[in-house]
């Protein structure tokens, strides 16, 4: 007599099995864990008192700095993504490509004694040639990496983009050495002053000011220019963009130039905090600034801003404010992992980021 019911219930039991939401039990209590991980080290951290009110002012001001750079290098992702779906791996060595190259231009100017006598002046020609560079080279790599394998799957235009990202860092590696060069010393950058009681480096200041002024300036682009409109119309639909008259290749064209000049400013304000520039540099901030844009919502670059200021700051103060409450060393070199982390959360728990689409909604 058992022998039927025993026949019955296994099924059931697969079909209960197969129904249970074994994903979102193994996410709330990945999420459970975490969130008690970061409130135990955070409390006991705090209870030490390793840390003055000073010293997290100074550790949110540098995450806000190095956010800043994240952001601008993050829109240039995004601008892409947004209109060709590409995640363009080689847009941190357009970055390097800009800083790296200006550093001639640098050296000439100390040389001729205008960099320090003519700061302001200096400074703009910097910037115009880091811009201008790294503009150049985002161009030529649309027309001559990605444009012929335009319309092919998007698995073939990331490996070449990877390929392009890696063939650009060798040819600096070859041309230039494998060493870190310094930038010769602006003095107008050296020092601090106060702001509403905070103490923040001139150098700070300006990086902040700076990705302030270009974010908004991309933003008043984008929305109130002809470009601009014609970029998100090309974003929605290259098809219909095209038979309503916009030439689609152009607005490409441009969307990788505007994101080149993007990059060669981040590259500039990137020069101004760390001095130093190598063929390597445009790797770590450029998947950081990639990660900056899934948390913000890949494809819409207020959340790429809002995302890059966010992973700065959790990287500069996450490390120490979960970290040291649990005695673990040198917690400032555990920065990455802050990064990578929020990366494998967000694509856990919100693939379309803060303030992104969904991707199957956009498809």
């Known amino acids: 007599m058992s022998e039927p019911t025993t026949t019955v219930e296994a099924p059931r039991r697969r079909l209960f099995l197969e129904r249970v939401p074994w994903r979102a039990i193994i996410l709330i209590g990945l999420s459970a864990v975490l969130l008690l991980g970061i409130v135990l080290g955070t409390a006991s951290t705090l209870q030490e008192g390793r840390f003055t009110g000073a010293n997290w002012s100074r550790l949110i001001v540098g995450g806000v700095t190095r956010g800043s750079v994240y952001a601008i290098i993050a829109v240039g992702y995004t601008l892409v993504y947004g209109i060709l779906f590409l995640i ?9 490509a800009g800083a790296f190259s200006t550093l001639f231009v640098a050296r000439a100017l100390d040389e001729a004694g205008t960099l320090n006598s003519s700061p302001i002046l200096s400074i703009g020609i910097l910037f115009a040639s880091s811009m201008l560079i790294s503009m150049v080279v985002a161009i030529v790599l649309e027309r001559v990496a990605y444009r012929p394998l335009r319309g092919s799957p998007r698995l073939i235009l990331l490996i070449t983009a990877i390929g392009a990202s890696l063939f650009l860092q060798n040819s600096f590696r070859g041309f230039f050495g494998a060493s870190s060069t310094a ?38 682009f984008i929305e109130r220019s002809k470009t601009g409109r014609a970029m998100r119309a090309v974003g929605e639909d290259k098809e219909i963009a095209a038979l309503m008259g916009i030439d689609v290749d152009r607005v490409i064209v441009t969307t990788f130039a505007v994101g080149g000049l993007l990059a060669g400013a981040a590259g500039i304000l990137f020069v101004f905090v760390f001095n130093q520039v190598n063929y390597f540099m445009g790797f770590v901030p450029g998947i ?26 959790l990287e500069s103060v996450g490390p120490r404010l979960i970290l040291t409450g649990a005695h673990v060393p040198s917690p400032d070199q555990l920065q990455p992992v802050v990064a990578f982390g929020v990366l494998v959360l967000v694509l856990l728990f919100r693939p379309g980021g803060l303030l992104g689409a969904e991707e199957e909604k956009r498809a």
């Open 88 to 96: 363009n791996f080689a847009h941190g060595e357009v970055f390097m």
């Open 183 to 220: 930038y010769p010393r602006i003095e107008i950058l050296a020092g601090e002053m106060s702001i509403l009681g905070v103490a923040i480096a001139r150098k700070q200041l300006i990086v902040i000011v700076g990705a302030l002024v270009l974010m908004v300036g991309l933003y008043l």
């Open 288 to 313: 950081k600034a990639f990660t900056a844009a899934v948390l913000g919502g890949i494809g819409n670059v207020l959340g790429a801003g809002i995302g890059g200021i966010a992973l700065g700051v």
